[in-house]
């Protein structure tokens, strides 16, 4: 699986941005996707997760109210909205693939596959 993410740019903070992930390959509808972000001089931190059909859906602390992630397995696409933005959301974001269990969502060994990220930065 391979994956592209856009959607970044510079917003101001109460702003939106809608971050898209396309996956090529035909087995996309059976990974468990998650948003991922790292901030400079910070480690990588989870950000969301979906499962494979999109029944379910899990957030960090900190992005949950403000962000939510979706995903259209027609179009070998998940999406992640952010709303609400405040300069702590500035950050590279990451979209990956995981063939793993649910109940590791959090974690990045989790995940098989990642996206070239794509830079998101919240102006205050």
């Known amino acids: 699986v391979q994956l592209q993410a856009s959607g970044g740019g510079l917003v101001q903070a109460g702003g939106s941005l809608r971050l898209s992930c396309a996956a090529s390959g035909r087995t996309f509808s059976s990974y468990v996707m998650g948003w991922f972000r790292q901030a400079p001089g910070k480690e990588r931190e989870f950000v969301a997760a979906i499962t494979s059909s999109g029944g379910s859906t899990y957030y960090a602390d900190h992005v949950k109210g403000r962000f939510t992630i979706s995903r259209d397995n027609a179009k070998n696409t998940v999406y992640l909205q952010m709303n609400s933005l405040k300069p702590e959301d500035t950050a590279v974001y990451y979209c990956?693939?995981?063939?793993?269990?649910?109940?590791?969502?959090?974690?990045?060994?989790?995940?098989?596959?990642w996206g070239q990220g794509t830079e998101v930065t919240v102006s205050s």
């Open positions: 990956a693939a995981a063939r793993g269990s649910w109940h590791l969502r959090q974690k990045t060994d989790n995940y098989n596959y």
